[in-house]
């Protein structure tokens, strides 16, 4: 069982279908912050495994690679407090 975010219109509406999970990814990609970004990553993740194949996952790829250099560079700047 997947850990993974789990939108709550999926609940309602049931899983997207390829279009919708690429618009949806997309869409993440466009909108994402930097205080958002951890959220949003783990929700694109789990989209991106839910497509059926390789062409779905190409197209999905710009916008996940850009994502991950986002999250990359938002994290980078934080430091750990020392104890």
């Given at each position: 069982m997947s850990k993974?975010?789990?939108p709550l219109k999926s609940l309602q509406q049931g899983a997207p279908g390829p279009a919708?999970?690429?618009a949806d990814?997309?869409?993440i990609y466009f909108k994402t912050s930097r205080q958002t970004i951890e959220h949003d990553?783990?929700?694109a993740i789990?989209?991106?495994?839910?497509?059926?194949?390789?062409e779905e996952r190409q197209k999905a790829?710009?916008?996940?690679?850009?994502l991950a250099e986002m999250?990359?560079?938002w994290s980078g700047g934080r430091k750990k407090p020392r104890r």
């Open positions: 993974g975010f789990v919708d999970a690429l990814i997309r869409r990553f783990a929700h789990e989209l991106l495994m839910s497509l059926p194949g390789e790829h710009v916008y996940m690679e850009g999250r990359k560079e």
